[in-house]
């Protein structure tokens, strides 16, 4: 048996070697947001390009990187979706196009405002904290110790903090946006982490009960030995499928993907070396307090 | 020991006829899918089965989103005449918010929803992912569905000039005979559908908030005996005698309704009165985001994945693992079927969610079998040891899977609590999630097990 609970100390360490850079990041360069949050400009034109994809790829091969998408209108006419743009730069675009496929007709040209809206990323992490609270409720119930929910939630939380720091870095360094992808990435994350940290927890419900005279910590890493096949083996298909997806997968979806495989091996690190270890933790501490109200 | 083997035959051929009719609702994305390597497209073409001598027709098809399918698009111009200059960019923020709960009351249909002010001019546009009747969605965003309610007029009258413009111009609405009261459709809390029970005819039920309730037991007080109208866009609907005094905050708005007109009425009385008038300004159709090319390569790289979990479950539980794998195209196929039947809006995202849902679903085969092996190696037999295995993963599996589902449940709002959020996009993941979890339980438990007890002796 691995003594796992004993190197404790290390696990804390590599947690906040990377969540600590990425507060940092998040502090100075904040989250590059896409198109999604910001909003940007539509521009419905007609160009005799042959389709959309043709269309995006020519004005990609330009270097014209404001291009969000382009979607077909109907024969020989397009809607162009930038990001924030200014007249004069989409008059030079539309010089671009009009010198490869000859007369560029504008139909309209407007801003709009984002897609996400302030209210809904709002909302969605009211729901969050909501379905938080369920889940710390639910936990301390099922597992009769309030200190089982807290750490279930907070290793949820080191992993929003792992995904969020990470790509505030990505962002700064990448140029990765945050759109809507990343939100449902996020909340995938959150549900798998739990899920993950419920297993490992529900092993040393069950070993407590058959072995009651063990020490906890001891009780704890005799869990974590059982357990890690599991989820290592669980984790192993996810990434399968996540790693295909990303070498075969297309462009669009690639940090998606990766957001994705972060919050795995993310979730599968905190479940056993950041939520059991907390349990060991708490306990400790309890242990301690007991003794210095006894003394004192 | 006969009599327990005899029901897992009956569970196993209750699971067979499931798969087989989710293969059936499934088959034209199977055609999708398999283009190239076996060529099936030919004997299945279009939508009609020619199946059991006759022909099976059906237009299931799997609902795209905007990035893979395109859809409708429609510029809303907003009226702001009578909005102070200052209030004008909360009043199309706040019209934003009301046409997406409408849209998003219809399903879960991931639709994009922006605004958009270039000086006077104040528009919204709306896409919706495979909408084809651009008359039904105009007709569901277009209304401005301003409930009034309105007593017959008294003859000493509230001085015009006390009234602010906005007011007046809602006086004007209102046919001289009708005053307008207090009571609006913002005291509404909710609306449904409901029928008649003499005529069967479809109608409206309408709930008061606590606040309302007060206003229409005052109104209904002093005008017993009296016609009140309920007035939608300022013409009215009906206006039926009021008998007595209604306390209890329902009353039922009936009038020459369609089922459909009814579900549509309820819908924008349920997400609220737009506070501008709008019009439709243009509508398009416009074409997918991405090329056929990305969602190929996805689905591709999804059967490659599907394949290497295929092989590691079976690599690491030998004949176990064939058993799961069988489970897991059980999987596959009930959540396409689900998919088509409620519809769920697929988008690139959700195909890469979904693929991402298969490698989540054999999580509990992984638990119960790393059990069974525990069982086996503290010296029990198999059958006794497989039993214990799946007995005892049980409560990992269904505490892990409980905190998912709560998580899924808040994110749906299926109350439409306002203080949650009732977008598409979030609505459509939670969706998604809880289908895969339900799903992911059936087919890891009872179908494993069922397939466990039959062939594995």
Known sequence: ?296 | MLDKLKRPKSVLIFILLLSFGALIIDLPKFTIKFDKPFKVEQSFGGYAIGWFGGKFVRDLQIKKGLDLQGGIQVTLQADMKDIAEKDRKVALESARGVLERRVNFFGVTEPNIQTSVSGDNYRILIELPGVTDSKEAIQLIGQTAQLDFAEQKVLEEKPLDNLTPEEKEKQAAVPPVFAKTDLSGKDLSRAAVTFDSKTGAPQISIEFTDEGAKKFAEITKRNVQKPLAIFLDGVVLTAPIVQEEITGGQAVITGQFTLDEAKLLSVQLNAGSLPVSISVLSQKNIGATLGEESLKRSLIAGVIGLMLVAIFMLGNYGRLGILADIALIVYGLITLALYKLIPVTLTLSGIAGFILSIGMAVDSNILIFERIKEERRSGKSLLPSMEAGFGRAWDSIRDANICTLITSFVLFNPFNWSFLNVSGMVRGFALTLALGIAISLFTGIVVTRTLVRVFYR
């Open chain 1, 1 to 296: 048996m691995i003594r796992f609970i004993s190197f404790k100390k290390i696990y804390f360490v590599i947690s906040a070697l990377v969540i600590v850079p990425g507060i940092v990041s998040l502090f100075l360069w904040k989250l590059n947001l896409s198109v999604d949050f910001t909003g940007g400009a539509i521009w419905e034109t007609g160009v005799s390009a042959p389709d959309a994809r043709k269309l995006e790829g020519f004005l990609g091969k330009k270097q014209v990187e404001e291009v969000v998408s382009v979607q077909s209108t109907g024969d020989k006419s397009y809607l162009i979706k930038f990001k924030p743009i200014t007249e004069e730069r989409k008059n030079v675009i539309s010089d671009v196009l009009a010198k490869k496929y000859g007369e560029v007709k504008e139909t309209r040209f407007e801003t709009v405002g984002p897609i996400l809206g302030g209210e809904l990323i709002f909302k969605t992490i009211i729901g969050v904290v909501l379905a938080a609270l369920f889940i710390l409720a639910y936990v301390a119930y099922q597992f009769k110790n309030k200190m089982y929910g807290i750490s279930a939630i907070l290793a949820m939380f080191h992993d929003s903090l792992v995904i969020l720091g990470l790509f505030s870095i990505f962002g700064h360094f990448f140029k990765v946006e945050i759109d809507t992808l990343f939100v449902t990435a996020v909340l995938t994350i959150l549900s798998f982490s739990v899920h993950d940290t419920v297993v490992v927890f529900d092993r040393i419900r069950e070993l407590s009960r058959i072995y009651p005279k063990i020490s906890f910590p001891e009780l704890v890493d005799k869990a974590i030995n059982e357990t890690i096949v599991r989820s290592l083996n669980n984790s192993l298909t996810i990434i399968f499928m996540l790693l295909t997806l990303l070498l075969l997968g297309g462009v669009t979806t690639k940090w998606f993907v990766i957001a994705l495989l972060i919050g795995t091996i993310s979730g599968t690190y905190s479940s056993t070396f950041v939520a059991a270890p907390l349990l060991v933790v708490w306990k400790e501490l309890m242990e301690k307090r007991k003794k210095w109200t006894k003394n004192g």
